[in-house]
């Protein structure tokens, strides 16, 4: 059974650059079936997704969020990352990893717990 | 602003059924499967039906989705206490090139 844990500082200042990784286990990320996404919740908002790569590296991203955002794979390691620049407390939020299906987009599963990311100085 | 257009809220008694609609248009939900997902209170969203109307194992059969056109619509019958919980739909949309979400129902069981 596939599961996946994010992992990354939970306090990040304006201006820097927020880094976030997700390890998979139970399964291996080359699988070419699946794209491996972020997704986040501001407090008490909705979802909001950021983009995913596949196993190959190719990537989309969320245009909204596009000029600021680096998703990453590491297939050695089992893992994938999202790096997200020059954060306001906008970017205040719960960031989930999820697997999504190659054949029928947005059918995220499983999830990730999620980590909150707090922008404050 | 959500791309994908849903009920703030919905609300129902215990045995009742409700439903929870997802408006879209002809670049999203038009011209690609619809998916939903069930938020428990402080967990993670979990999916409960994908490709507009199917269920992953064991998702209760008193969950069916459907899709007409540039809309969907989540059913709950038989409503219980334990599916009081936030409810999003999510599709893929051409002309962004990009997944959107709707922006959740609340469902609170009377």
């Known amino acids: 059974q596939v599961q996946l844990q994010e992992s990354g500082p939970g306090l990040v200042k304006p201006s820097q650059t927020l880094s976030l990784t997700c390890t998979v286990s139970?399964?291996?990320?080359?699988?070419?079936?699946?794209?491996w996404s972020w997704i986040r919740q501001p407090p008490g908002k909705g979802l909001e997704w950021i983009g995913y790569?596949?196993?190959?590296?190719?990537?989309y991203y969320n245009p909204s969020l596009k000029s600021r955002v680096t998703i990453s794979v590491d297939t050695s390691k089992n893992q994938f990352s999202l790096k997200l620049s020059s954060v306001t407390a906008a970017d205040t939020a719960v960031y989930y990893c999820?697997?999504?299906?190659?054949?029928?987009?947005?059918?995220?599963?499983?999830w990730g717990q999620g980590t909150l990311v707090t922008v404050s100085s | 602003q959500s791309v994908l257009t849903q009920p703030p809220s919905a609300s129902g008694t215990p045995g009742q059924r409700v439903t929870i609609s997802c408006s879209g248009s002809s670049s999203n939900i038009g011209s690609n499967t619809v998916n939903w997902y069930q938020q428990l209170p402080g967990t993670a969203p979990k999916l409960l039906i994908y490709s507009n109307n199917q269920r992953p194992s064991g998702v209760p059969d008193r969950f069916s989705g459907s899709k007409s056109g540039t809309s969907a619509s989540l059913a709950i019958s038989g409503l219980q206490s334990e599916d009081e919980a936030d409810y999003y739909c999510?599709?893929?949309?051409?002309?962004?090139?990009?997944?959107?979400f709707g922006g959740g129902t609340k469902l609170t069981v009377l």
């Open positions: 999510a599709a893929w949309d051409d002309s962004l090139n990009g997944g959107v």
């Open positions: 790569i596949y196993y190959s590296g190719s990537t």
């Open positions: 139970g399964g291996s990320i080359s699988s070419g079936d699946y794209y």
């Open positions: 999820a697997r999504d299906s190659v054949e029928m987009a947005t059918k995220f599963d499983p």
